[in-house]
């Protein structure tokens, strides 16, 4: 199977500053490393992705980084905002096997304006 | 734009009891997951049915059934339900097997006293 931690689990940052949660994980055959975002009472949405074939992804104000060697990914806030506080989520998944996917325990990140 | 539909939104049940959970994929999504979330902590993989097949399963209770209808929507059948099922259960649905793109549903709470 797969094994994937996440730290920190709580995160405080002030506002426009930026933000970084890690991820390790197992199963060298993972290739597809999403993050979700999850607001309290809400389902988790995907924010950004991130496949093998590559090593750095970045979108509006968000960037993910892979690395295949130490098995590690990370996430990247720039410029933080008080609308970012909410849950995140890492996963890994084999995207030729079942596609399932396994998350991390999660990091709860406040932006403190 | 209908995305992934779970039904109830919410439910209480007492200890002992059963209840049923359903899911609406996305139209033209057969890939089909379940996951389970305790107290906004991690997302615990349940189950994943792909074209009316069980693919994987995880953390799925042996009280606890799945089945994939011939139009993909699926339904989690729970019997002998206990306190600690009290959770949060989503829902999430791909293309096709191996597809890790997953759109999630908004959950279903289920308490049980």
């Known amino acids: 199977g797969e094994q994937v931690e996440q730290l920190p689990s709580i995160l405080r940052v002030q506002e426009g500053s930026s933000a970084s949660i890690n991820c390790t994980y197992e199963n060298s055959a993972s290739n597809y490393f999403p993050w979700y975002k999850q607001e309290p009472g809400e389902n988790p949405k995907l924010i950004i992705d991130?496949?093998?074939?590559?090593e750095r992804k970045q979108t509006q104000g968000l960037i993910v980084l892979l690395d295949k060697k130490a098995k590690r990914f990370s996430l990247h806030i720039t410029d933080t905002q008080p609308g970012d506080s909410a849950m995140y989520f890492c996963a890994a998944s084999v995207n030729t096997n079942t596609g399932k996917l396994t998350f991390g325990d999660g990091t709860v990140l406040t932006v403190k304006p | 734009d209908s995305g992934v539909v779970q039904s109830p939104r919410h439910i209480i049940k007492e200890k002992g009891g059963r209840s049923v959970l359903t899911c609406i994929p996305i139209?033209?999504?057969?890939?089909v997951v379940w996951y389970q979330q305790t107290l906004g902590k991690e997302l615990k993989f349940l189950i994943q049915?792909?074209?009316?097949?069980?693919?994987d399963k995880g953390f799925l209770p042996s009280r606890f059934s799945v089945q994939q209808f011939d139009d993909y929507h699926s339904e989690m059948n729970m019997s002998a339900l206990e306190l600690e099922d009290s959770a949060m259960y989503f829902c999430?649905?791909?293309?096709?097997?191996?597809?890790?793109?997953?759109?999630f549903g908004s959950g279903t709470r289920l308490l049980v006293i």
């Open positions: 139209s033209g999504h057969s890939n």
């Open positions: 991130i496949r093998s074939n590559m």
């Open positions: 049915h792909y074209e009316k097949v069980e693919r």
């Open positions: 999430a649905s791909s293309l096709f097997q191996g597809n890790s793109d997953y759109t």
